[in-house]
Each structure stands twice: as structure tokens, then as C-alpha cells.
């Protein structure tokens, strides 16, 4: 199973129905992403919430989305092992060959983890 695949597994609570897309997502520390990162203190890659951002999306459009830039990815606080992993879509807009999405990413106790803008086109 590929590593988007266990993500998506890892998505908790969802809601896909609403004018922008949110999921809750918590990975157990049997998550592969954690394996060497870091040894003896566990910290979810950067890329794994990146790739929880796509699997949002993906579930909110009911279509794989390619992704061709991030910006301002900024990644505040860690998420550990079993931490709650909140992501929320704040805006998206099309342009004219393009979309654009921004997402807040929250952990344990609502602290911000980290933000990106996403701009991606559908598969």
C-alpha cells in the first residue's frame, strides 16, 4: 500500500459535503511515515500533512488532483504519534487554467501546525 493510501486510511472524521473541505486525521505510531523521523521522538514529515492536504481535496472532489506548487508551507509545531491532525480548507478559487486552495492545518489543543496554498489541476 502505497504511502497516500495510508493516509487516506488515516483520515478520522471528514466533512466533504460542505462549501469547503475539512478532515481530522490521527496516526497511530505504526504509521510508516514515522519510521525514521525521528528516532526515539516520532514526528510526522512535513510531507505526510502535505499529502493529507491532497487527500482532503481528493475526497472533496471525488477526483485525484495533481499538484504543480506549494506555497507558503510553513510548519509551526509538530504532530506526534496518536496527536489529532485537523485540516481546513480557508478558500478556494478556480482561475482560468487553475485552482487555488489555502488550508490551515491545526493539531492537539487547536494550535496551528502549519498553512500552505496549494495550486493543483484535476487528473
Known amino acids: ?6 493516509i487516506r486510511l488515516s483520515m478520522t472524521r471528514h466533512d ?3 462549501g469547503l473541505p475539512w478532515a481530522s486525521f490521527t496516526f497511530s505510531i505504526r504509521f510508516p511515515g514515522f519510521d525514521g523521523h525521528f528516532p526515539g521522538q516520532p514526528v510526522l514529515p ?7 492536504v491532497v487527500v482532503t481535496l481528493e475526497e472533496w472532489l471525488g477526483l485525484g488532483v ?6 507558503k ?3 509551526l509545531s509538530p504532530i506526534n504519534p496518536g496527536q489529532p491532525l485537523e485540516i481546513k480548507c480557508t478558500q ?5 487554467d487553475t485552482m487555488v486552495a489555502q488550508f490551515t492545518l ?5 494550535r496551528k501546525t502549519s498553512e500552505c496554498t496549494i495550486h493543483y489541476t484535476l487528473k
Not at 512535513?46 to 493529507?52: D, I, K, N, S
Not at 495533481?66 to 506555497?71: D, G, N, T
Not at 491545526?106 to 487547536?110: F, K, L, N
Open 1 to 6: 500500500m502505497n504511502m497516500r493510501e495510508q
Open 16 to 18: 466533504l459535503q460542505a
Open 46 to 52: 512535513g510531507v505526510c500533512m502535505l499529502t493529507a
Open 66 to 71: 495533481r499538484v504543480f506548487e506549494v506555497r
Open 73 to 75: 508551507a510553513r510548519f
Open 92 to 96: 478556494h478559487k478556480q482561475t482560468a
Open 106 to 110: 491545526r493539531g492537539a489543543g487547536d
